[in-house]
């Protein structure tokens, strides 16, 4: 199902500035437009009052699209409609198959072109003049004006790049988009990017903390694999109020997701956007349990298999932790088998001394979906043939053809996981926005998975 995106208004297009004039160009921004307000030019407009948000981006692909004029609209670091038709438009331009998505091929030609491009001259710093008026931009509509729509925000993007350090570029623009529960007044969103070397930004992090705003909310989302040691993420999280990461993209799943525990300990407020995808599993693991007799036979569960698309472990993982903190199975040993399905096995006593054994397997998928890792099936049964207690869970996309070959003696309960449209980060995104605070239930199943994971290394 699709929807419809609102128009957008541009108080501000991308505007190329210096460092040190990034809050007196907002501020003329908007005392431009009051004065086209007071002439009836321009609705009402409501400034960023509610939180500030920073997305540390290291993918350059919207950068290098916006600077070869592919892409319109502000470098927020987030991927959307603009962004995808962006991408068609360059592998058009390139001869390269139009997917809108940002493979090797595409992002080695936008590099190739822009490098041309700059040492010929044909590329010069777009300054836009001091006026501000409010036009439409029907081209698309961002994740990040979704956020606007609902709180008029100052987001800060940092855009690292490779290359030469040739210190920090800045653009601000101002974005709202068209809400028809408010047709007033516009809701808009302040932009504020930083391009630079990853050393360059590093060095303007004192930067970065001052233009947060006030006693406001601040959230930091790092789409690289949080490190304790960099010298940024350590700046920008002991100030963020939650620290927003999505570990379906770690390059190392299992390694990063114990850098994260780490954090967690350390007292930094987090959230795994990827955590956020197991809520209709865990609730229908749960909710299949709830009858009496059911939760009686919970205790005789001894077997669990769960599989996910191969590739990046870190959903089942984290769904095994939760099933182990809730039940209370305590990690005794943990093994990676490899093979085609990457086979995970891990060992768990119960309070009562009980042994309990969980597979994780990798399935290969023909058609990946966009989230890597998704689980796909889910089995609980056990080794007495008398309990009742066979629960299978299964993904409507996937079906259940190899939990079902793994049948048994045991009659099970089947129960299909509907194919959920809110699974991409930036829709969870702006739901966690909403609603932050701090996640026992998460800080707790992270805790096992980390004693899981750690056992690897024991028995290494």
Not at 283 to 301: I, Q
Request: net charge negative.
């Amino acid at each position: 199902m699709t929807t419809q995106s609102p128009p957008v208004v541009s108080l501000q297009a991308p505007k190329d500035i210096s460092l040190s004039d990034i809050e007196a160009e907002l501020n003329q921004i908007w005392e431009s437009y009051r004065e086209n307000t007071a002439n009836g030019d321009s609705p009402a407009a409501a400034r960023a009052t509610t939180f500030t948000f920073v997305v540390y981006e290291p993918e350059e692909t919207q950068h290098l699209l916006a600077a070869l004029g592919f892409y319109t609209g502000p470098i927020d670091g987030i991927a959307g409609p603009r962004m995808n038709s962006g991408l068609k438009d360059a592998q058009k331009a390139y001869g390269l198959p139009r997917t809108g998505k940002a493979d090797a091929e595409t992002l080695a030609r936008l590099r190739e072109d822009l490098a041309h491009r700059r040492s010929s001259g044909a590329i010069k710093d777009a300054q836009m003049n001091g006026e501000t008026q409010a036009t439409l931009n029907v081209t698309g509509y961002g994740v990040a004006d979704a956020i606007a729509a609902s709180n008029p925000c100052r987001i800060i993007a940092l855009c690292p790049h490779s290359g030469i350090d040739e210190g920090v570029t800045v653009q601000v623009s101002v974005y709202c988009p068209m809400n028809k529960q408010s047709n007033n007044t516009l809701l808009c969103c302040e932009y504020i990017t930083l391009s630079g070397t990853a050393d360059a930004l590093e060095r303007i992090g004192g930067i970065v903390t001052a233009l947060l705003i006030g006693d406001l909310p601040k959230f930091l989302w790092w789409k690289a694999t949080p490190d304790p040691h960099n010298a940024l993420f350590k700046r920008l999280a002991s100030v963020s109020n939650s620290v927003i990461v999505d570990s379906c993209q770690f390059g190392e799943p299992e390694t990063d997701l114990l850098r994260v525990h780490t954090l967690a300990e350390q007292g930094i407020q987090l959230t795994d956007l990827n955590w956020r995808r197991l809520a209709a599993w865990q609730e229908l693991t749960a909710e299949a349990f709830d009858p009496p007799e059911r939760r009686a036979a919970l205790t005789e569960v001894d077997k669990v298999t769960i599989n996910y698309e191969k590739g990046n472990p870190d959903q089942a993982l984290m769904f095994l932790g939760w099933l182990a903190s809730r039940l209370q199975w305590h990690p005794v040993s943990y093994k990676r088998e490899g093979g085609d399905y990457d086979l995970r096995y891990c060992s768990f006593v119960t309070a009562d001394q009980r042994p309990i054994e969980a597979e994780l397997a990798g399935i290969p998928t023909a058609d990946w979906g966009e989230i890597p890792g998704d689980l796909i099936a889910l089995r609980m049964s056990s080794t007495n043939l008398d309990a009742d207690c066979c629960t299978v869970l299964c993904s409507e996309t996937s079906g259940c053809m190899r939990m079902e070959a793994g049948g048994g003696a045991q009659a099970c309960r089947f129960e299909q996981v509907a194919p959920l449209t809110d699974q991409k980060a930036e829709t969870l995104l702006g739901q966690q926005l909403r609603r932050w605070g701090r996640d026992m239930l998460y800080e707790e199943s992270l805790s096992v998975t980390a004693e899981i994971l750690k056992m690897s290394k024991a028995n290494g």
